[in-house]
């Protein structure tokens, strides 16, 4: 692998990133003020604001709370109220012993399209970006623009115009000064960073394959159901797992995971480019699929194979296997262990992962220090697309094919009583590469 190709990378993301703010607004330019005050984020209180209040914007919440004992939760947005009302209870009922850390007054509560707009105009000095996928490059580029230290969920977009808004919103936060938090929550697995660090040390020889599985039962958290006041907008909001636009079909709403997994271990460097297939079997609501698989070549000839399947009544396996040219790694939660040459097996503490990548921040935040993973979730974030386009069409795609193309899901003009139908799902060989 060429150590540059990272940097080089970069350089394409943002000579590619020219028009990324023309696309961003959902029917309205964006208005935002600057902060009134920069906090000292190595002493001052921080104040939080959460955008997307479903199960993983609470969890982040609170993880970010219990990392770090002078903040607050300061404000709240989400398109529903029922989700808001939903968080801020679970919340208070964590955090009912601790006063002070869960202040959300009323009118720091904000529903609707516009949402993160008010939170970010709210004085929060960090947010929390939790809404669906879709719209992540939108949120994470009003951040940048207004002055906020952020917390940057996965995925960090769904199609490759979005991934470049992403790029580009994490280098100006880069200038800023900014911090950016990855949610690839994988990285911050204890086990799997020790194995991790051994093979990028040669523990295992020279990486040569990847073999990684994401296969489960299908989620059942979202089943396609419509009320009758339901128009076309809340229905796909209110299942949006199902619809391309928002979660980008499974394999970048969970198996992203994997694939950040897999540029993890290849240190970072992206795939010179991928073929795949996969298939619409159980799933009937929407336009997502329910199974990929993908295989990935580097420019050094080293390929990853992702199997990625979500379907009842199927084998279920999770778990990734690195084959080096003197040994080879395994991972599956709680194992993480190396055989061959050089054996060795991780025996140390495990702390949730979760709560470890909100540990890490705050604390580098209160140490002076800025992270910024903007490059590293962009990257793996692209590869999960490349991947899904290349199942969709049918084709063989190359990072440079991905990288430049004109690929937008997102619909324009968002509003509650608007026609919003659903495109049909993707069929190899019929289905165009954009």
Not at 349 to 359: G, S, Y
């Given at each position: 692998?060429?150590?540059?190709?990272?940097?080089?990378?970069?350089?394409?993301?943002?000579?590619?990133?020219?028009?990324?703010?023309?696309?961003?607004?959902?029917?309205?330019?964006?208005?935002?003020?600057?902060?009134?005050?920069?906090?000292?984020?190595?002493?001052?209180?921080?104040?939080?604001?959460?955008?997307?209040?479903?199960?993983?914007?609470?969890?982040?919440?609170?993880?970010?709370?219990?990392?770090?004992?002078?903040?607050?939760?300061?404000?709240?947005?989400?398109?529903?109220?029922?989700?808001?009302?939903?968080?801020?209870?679970?919340?208070?009922?964590?955090?009912?012993?601790?006063?002070?850390?869960?202040?959300?007054?009323?009118?720091?509560?904000?529903?609707?399209?516009?949402?993160?707009?008010?939170?970010?105009?709210?004085?929060?000095?960090?947010?929390?970006?939790?809404?669906?996928?879709?719209?992540?490059?939108?949120?994470?580029?009003?951040?940048?623009?207004?002055?906020?230290?952020?917390?940057?969920?996965?995925?960090?977009?769904?199609?490759?115009?979005?991934?470049?808004?992403?790029?580009?919103?994490?280098?100006?936060?880069?200038?800023?000064?900014?911090?950016?938090?990855?949610?690839?929550?994988?990285?911050?697995?204890?086990?799997?960073?020790?194995?991790?660090?051994?093979?990028?040390?040669?523990?295992?020889?020279?990486?040569?394959?990847?073999?990684?599985?994401?296969?489960?039962?299908?989620?059942?958290?979202?089943?396609?159901?419509?009320?009758?006041?339901?128009?076309?907008?809340?229905?796909?909001?209110?299942?949006?797992?199902?619809?391309?636009?928002?979660?980008?079909?499974?394999?970048?709403?969970?198996?992203?995971?994997?694939?950040?997994?897999?540029?993890?271990?290849?240190?970072?460097?992206?795939?010179?480019?991928?073929?795949?297939?996969?298939?619409?079997?159980?799933?009937?609501?929407?336009?997502?699929?329910?199974?990929?698989?993908?295989?990935?070549?580097?420019?050094?000839?080293?390929?990853?194979?992702?199997?990625?399947?979500?379907?009842?009544?199927?084998?279920n396996q999770h778990d990734d296997l690195i084959i080096g040219t003197k040994g080879r790694c395994y991972l599956r939660a709680p194992l993480a262990e190396i055989?061959?040459?050089?054996?060795?097996?991780?025996?140390?503490?495990?702390?949730?992962?979760?709560?470890?990548?909100?540990?890490?921040?705050?604390?580098?935040?209160?140490?002076?220090?800025?992270?910024?993973?903007?490059?590293?979730?962009?990257?793996?974030?692209?590869?999960?697309?490349?991947?899904?386009?290349?199942?969709?069409?049918?084709?063989?795609?190359?990072?440079?094919?991905?990288?430049?193309?004109?690929?937008?899901?997102?619909?324009?003009?968002?509003?509650?009583?608007?026609?919003?139908?659903?495109?049909?799902?993707?069929?190899?060989?019929?289905?165009?590469?954009?």
């Amino acid at each position: 692998m060429n150590p540059d190709s990272n940097s080089s990378t970069r350089r394409e993301f943002l000579q590619h990133s020219s028009a990324t703010a023309a696309g961003l607004a959902l029917g309205s330019a964006l208005s935002l003020p600057h902060p009134a005050r920069a906090a000292n984020v190595k002493a001052d209180k921080l104040k939080l604001g959460l955008i997307g209040c479903g199960g993983r914007g609470s969890g982040a919440a609170a993880q970010a709370l219990t990392a770090d004992s002078n903040t607050e939760l300061w404000a709240m947005g989400d398109v529903f109220p029922d989700k808001l009302e939903t968080s801020e209870k679970s919340l208070g009922v964590q955090f009912k012993d601790k006063p002070g850390r869960i202040n959300v007054a009323d009118d720091r509560k904000f529903i609707g399209l516009d949402a993160y707009q008010k939170v970010l105009a709210s004085g929060v000095d960090m947010v929390l970006l939790a809404a669906p996928g879709g719209f992540r490059p939108l949120h994470m580029h009003a951040a940048a623009e207004a002055g906020k230290h952020m917390f940057v969920e996965k995925p960090t977009g769904i199609d490759p115009t979005g991934v470049r808004t992403v790029h580009a919103a994490a280098e100006l936060a880069r200038r800023k000064g900014l911090a950016v938090r990855q949610g690839f929550a994988m990285r911050y697995d204890l086990a799997y960073r020790e194995a991790i660090k051994r093979v990028h040390d040669g523990q295992i020889g020279d990486v040569v394959a990847i073999y990684s599985t994401r296969m489960s039962n299908r989620l059942s958290r979202f089943d396609g159901s419509r009320k009758p006041e339901w128009g076309d907008l809340e229905w796909q909001l209110r299942n949006w797992h199902l619809f391309l636009w928002l979660s980008g079909d499974w394999i970048m709403e969970v198996s992203v995971h994997s694939v950040d997994k897999i540029l993890w271990a290849m240190q970072n460097v992206p795939p010179v480019k991928c073929h795949a297939s996969g298939a619409r079997w159980q799933q009937t609501v929407g336009n997502v699929w329910d199974q990929f698989d993908v295989t990935y070549t580097w420019e050094n000839g080293a390929f990853a194979v992702l199997k990625t399947r979500y379907m009842d009544k199927c084998h279920n396996q999770h778990d990734d296997l690195i084959i080096g040219t003197k040994g080879r790694c395994y991972l599956r939660a709680p194992l993480a262990e190396i055989t061959g040459a050089n054996p060795w097996k991780y025996s140390g503490p495990r702390p949730a992962m979760h709560q470890v990548e909100h540990d890490e921040l705050f604390a580098d935040l209160r140490a002076g220090r800025i992270p910024n993973d903007g490059e590293s979730m962009a990257n793996s974030t692209l590869a999960g697309i490349m991947g899904r386009m290349s199942a969709y069409t049918g084709k063989e795609v190359t990072w440079e094919m991905a990288l430049n193309s004109q690929l937008d899901t997102m619909p324009k003009n968002l509003a509650w009583d608007m026609k919003l139908d659903v495109p049909p799902f993707s069929e190899p060989g019929k289905t165009p590469f954009v």
